[in-house]
Structure formats: C-alpha cells, structure tokens
T-cell receptor
Framework: SQTIHQWPATLVQPVGSPLSLECTVEGTSNPNLYWYRQAAGRGLQLLFYSVGIGQISSEVPQNLSASRPQDRQFILSSKKLLLSDSGFYLC???????????FGSGTRLTVV | GQQLNQSPQSMFIQEGEDVSMNCTSSSIFNTWLWYKQDPGEGPVLLIALYKAGELTSNGRLTAQFGITRKDSFLNISASIPSDVGIYFCAGAGGGSNYKLTFGKGTLLTVNP
C-alpha cells in the first residue's frame, strides 16, 4: 500500500534561518507531488506541484522553493525564513490523471 | 482560474443533528471530492465522486455530484462529537496534469 511521510512534525525557526522540509512517498511510482500551506487552520494554498523528477511548477511568488531530486521525494526549502512563512505545511501525492490527493500529516512551522 | 464557493464557512450544531454543506463552481468539474481535516492533521479523503448525478454514501456521510457538474453537497446524519473538524470540497477538471481546486472549508463544531 502507498504511504506518505512528512517530517518534521513541528519546527520552530528564527527569522533569517534556512528551511528544509522533506516528503517521501512509498508504494507508488511517478506520482504527482504537491506542497500546500494552510494558514490559521483554514484554506489550503497550493505552493508547488511536480509531475516528475526535476519538474517543479510554482503557483505563487514567495520566499520558498521546491525540488524533486528523486521520483518519490519532494523537498520544500527556503534560504532565509520570514515571519510570514509560519504556517502548516502539507505534502500530498496523487496518481497521474486522478483519484484524489493523499496528504501527509503536515509540518507546523513557527518562525520567531 | 477555477474557484469553488464552499458554504457555510462554519457550523455549530448539537450532537445528533444532521449537517449539510455544499460547494458551487462557475466551471465544470469531472471529479468532486470531500475531505475532512482533524486539528493538527492532514486532510483525509471521505468520498470521491466521478460521475454527474452520482450519489455516494460512506457510513453516515452522503455526497452527491451535481447534474450540472458545477456543484456538490455533503450531508452528515446524526452527528457525533468526533465529526468535529474542517471539511473541504475539491474539484478536478481531469487530464494528466491533475490539479485539485479546493474550497475554503467548513468548520464544524458539534456540541455534546
């Protein structure tokens, strides 16, 4: 069966520090991968999605970047965190062409 | 881009009551999905709908894919305290570039 792992679960980082959040998927090949941010426990904002290794599409201009170095690995990064980067970050995957997204358990990031 | 209007934004109900929430769109979707998010967790898929007019149940949950393909509703019967959470609708237009459009969520509170 397919599983998605996301870590860390919580993170407190100072302003200006770098960020690296990792997401991996098991049990499937060539998934579509997504990074979402959720602020204040409500709407889901799509940040990045990837349909293959090295292929990244950015949905909104921001202080973050994403990379997909391996088929089932998706990384969210920042060189210098801002206070506004605080939020709940969710990774998700889907099969190509449909079936719904499966979400990871999320990372609560607090920038102080 | 595509947008989903999800209502209501929040609901406060008594245990045992039935709940209804819906999503509408100006665009046609080929897939409608309903997710539930517990506090501090990632959203979990509840029901997936793939055909206009389809009515699907999952325990006390019932969802329908509107005939026009521009709307969907979710009903919860005989609510219980563990139904508390945020419910999201999501729609997809199909194709290999599978991107879901999410509603802003309905926050459900159930008073015992």
């Amino acid at each position: 069966s397919q599983t998605i792992h996301q870590w860390p679960a919580t993170l407190v980082q100072p302003v200006g520090s770098p960020l690296s959040l990792e997401c991996t998927v098991e049990g499937t090949s060539n998934p579509n991968l997504y990074w979402y941010r959720q602020a204040a426990g409500r709407g889901l904002q799509l940040l990045f999605y990837s349909v293959g290794i090295g292929q990244i599409s950015s949905e909104v201009p921001q202080n973050l970047s994403a990379s997909r170095p391996q088929d089932r690995q998706f990384i969210l990064s920042s060189k210098k965190l801002l206070l506004s980067d605080s939020g709940f970050y969710l990774c998700a995957w889907s099969v190509v062409g449909g079936g719904g997204y499966t979400f990871g358990s999320g990372t609560r990031l607090t920038v102080v | 881009g595509q947008q989903l209007n999800q209502s209501p934004q929040s609901m406060f109900i008594q245990e045992g009551e039935d709940v209804s929430m819906n999503c509408t769109s100006s665009s046609i979707f080929n897939t409608w999905l309903w997710y539930k998010q517990d506090p501090g967790e990632g959203p979990v898929l509840l029901i997936a709908l793939y055909k206009a007019g389809e009515l699907t149940s999952n325990g006390r949950l019932t969802a329908q894919f509107g005939i026009t393909r521009k709307d969907s509703f979710l009903n919860i019967s005989a609510s219980i305290p563990s139904d508390v959470g945020i419910y999201f609708c999501a729609g997809a237009g199909g194709g290999s570039n599978y991107k879901l459009t999410f509603g802003k969520g309905t926050l459900l509170t159930v008073n015992p």
